[in-house]
């Protein structure tokens, strides 16, 4: 089978491969679409914390289930996405409940060999049934999945103003379920076209360049001077993240759902008088896959609003640079096989 491999950041190279046999517990997906998105595109810049090459890439995934063990409810053929992260199931937060932060866990495409390839082994545990949605609805259930559990984590009341710092796919999905919460969402970006996107295309009510001289004037107007009682960065940009404690209400929960590389440095004195709650965010969870394909399913979410970009297997090695371009203005792009 064909696979594309990123041996060295900055370097694809399309190899050759057994085709995976089944193993006790584990089924066989044959991969119809890959979403790209920003774990692949840092890991081919160099920047992905946790990372080693030469590594297969891709965990947005959906196929077609070819044979399964362990998998009662399953059927041949039928549409399926998975959870991409392989959990121990023994450790201290599997045992409570967060598999999605297991202290062994294993991501497809992060810590092993992810979906760019015609077919994937991966634990039967981890499906997840197509429950009618096409190929690119179901590779776009993990993203969503990850903007839906940091909803989940901040506990959202109706009514509240949630900032959101950074308006890529994955920003963009937490709007979309901060919204379904009942939040007012107030979106954050340095690129207006994506800021654009978030009043068009989504009907953000509120957008605020991060780069204007009077963000906290601006959150102040919006909130009429309460500022938002939740914050979720989805950058992983170190300076996005640090200005973020300054634009929490009193009280406030902050969630980092985006990673970066550096060390956090705040103002003890400015977050211990708003006695704010930090929280991070990391990956999603069964319930969380769940909620989204129930929101797609109702018309809550339209996931295809999402694809900027589509090319075929073959065309992903010249293609891929150019994602990196913001000039490009992808949001997310769609690979099928």
């Known amino acids: 089978m064909r696979t594309l ?159 959101v710092v950074g308006a890529g796919p994955i920003g963009l999905g937490i709007m979309e379920f901060a919204r379904i919460a009942g939040a007012q969402v107030i979106a954050m970006d340095i690129n207006e076209d994506r800021l654009a996107f978030c009043r068009e295309q989504l009907g953000v009510s509120f957008t605020i360049n991060a780069l204007s001289a009077d963000v906290e004037t601006q959150l102040q107007t919006i909130t009429t001077n309460d500022m938002p009682t939740v914050v979720i960065d989805a950058t992983g940009s170190l300076r996005a993240i640090n200005n973020g404690f300054h634009y929490m209400a009193h009280g406030a929960r902050y969630v980092l759902v985006g990673l970066q590389k550096g060390e956090l440095v705040i103002s003890h004195p400015e977050f211990h008088k708003r006695e704010a709650t930090l929280m991070s965010s990391r990956n999603a969870t069964r319930e969380d896959f769940e909620h989204v394909i129930d929101s797609m399913k109702k018309g809550l979410v339209n996931p295809k609003t999402y694809i900027t970009h589509q090319v075929s297997f073959e065309e992903v090695k010249e293609e891929f640079p150019n994602w990196l371009n913001p000039a490009n203005g992808v949001i997310k792009a769609m690979v099928s096989l």
Do not use: W
Not at 72 to 77: D, H, L, S, V
Not at 119 to 148: D, K, M, Q, T, W
């Open 5 to 163: 491999v990123c041996t060295t950041p900055g370097q694809f190279d399309y190899q050759n491969a057994r085709e995976p046999e089944l193993q006790p517990g584990h089924a066989l997906i044959k991969i119809r679409r890959i979403g790209i998105c920003g774990t692949d595109l840092h890991a081919f810049e160099g920047t992905q914390p946790f990372f080693n090459y030469p590594r297969i890439l891709g965990h947005e995934l959906s196929g077609e289930l070819i044979e399964a063990d362990q998998a009662p409810g399953f059927e041949k053929g039928e549409r399926v996405t998975f959870i991409p992260y392989f959990n121990c199931g023994t450790c201290i937060a599997c045992r409570s409940g967060k598999p999605n932060c297991c202290t062994s866990i294993r991501v497809a495409g992060v810590h092993i060999d992810g979906g760019m390839a015609e077919y994937v082994s991966v634990p039967s545990y981890s499906l997840i049934h197509g429950e009618g949605l096409s190929f690119e609805e179901l590779a776009l259930v993990e993203p969503l999945a990850i903007g839906a559990h940091g909803v989940r984590r901040a506990g959202i009341q109706p009514g509240e103003f949630v900032l």
